[in-house]
């Protein structure tokens, strides 16, 4: 079965700094989602990856799905406290939309 | 984008009584609609697939006479913990899929809390 991992688990930035997540899978991507999370919240969709070599971005995030179809980045330029939250990658390895997700990335954005 | 609500927020119940969770979509029709659960500080893992006008599909190691799902319309699907047992407390999501895109958008989420 496929399994994404994410690195790194948590990171504390000072707010203005760029940082990057780490989505990695264990096959061939065929959709890449973003999602960011509150504690205690449901799921915010931010972008879908699809070819191999694609860049998306949304205000101050960027995502990139590698050439391989295994990897996928999420870089934030200049992070704000607003930015705080949980990340996570989801795929539809069986292309029946039921997802599986990567473990989670947690980002503190300091003032 | 699209607009899933789920309610209740947040209910505590206890030990032995059933809880019923509803799930809907605001502003579009989903065929298919998917029920989550994740536990503190893990990720969402699927529970089953609620597919409207059918029976769900279950993930594997998930009880369907445990956790019963109704999708009666296109913009409703409901989750029932029956008699629950407080290894149910968990953080439910579902999610629901617009159209033919794969795109899934979910609900803000429903904490159980089973004394």
């Known amino acids: 079965s496929q399994e994404l991992e994410q690195s790194p688990q948590s990171l504390i930035v000072q707010e203005g700094k760029n940082l990057t997540i780490n989505c990695t899978s264990s096959k061939t991507l065929y959709g890449l989602y973003w999602y960011k999370q509150k504690y205690g919240e449901g799921l915010i969709f931010l972008m879908m990856l699809q070819k191999g070599g694609e860049e998306k971005s949304h205000e101050k995030i960027t995502a990139k799905l590698d050439e391989k179809k295994q990897q996928s980045s999420l870089h934030i330029t200049a992070s704000q406290p607003s930015h705080a939250g949980i990340y996570l990658c989801g795929a539809d390895p069986s292309g029946t939309y039921k997802y599986i997700f990567g473990t989670g990335t947690r980002l503190k954005v300091l003032a | 984008g699209a607009v899933v609500s789920q309610h209740p927020s947040r209910v505590i119940c206890k030990s032995g009584t059933s809880v019923k969770i509803e799930c809907r979509s605001l502003d579009f029709q989903a065929t298919t609609m998917f029920w989550y659960r994740q536990f503190p500080k893990q990720s969402l893992m699927l529970m089953a697939t609620?597919?409207?006008?059918?029976?769900?599909?279950?993930e594997q190691g998930v009880e369907k006479d445990k956790f019963l799902i109704n999708h009666a319309s296109l913009t409703l699907s409901t989750l029932t913990v029956t008699s629950a047992h407080p290894e149910d407390s968990s953080f439910y999501i579902c999610s629901a899929r617009e159209g033919s895109g794969g795109t899934q958008y979910f609900g803000p989420g429903t904490r159980l809390l089973v004394l």
């Open positions: 609620s597919n409207e006008g059918s029976k769900a599909t279950y």
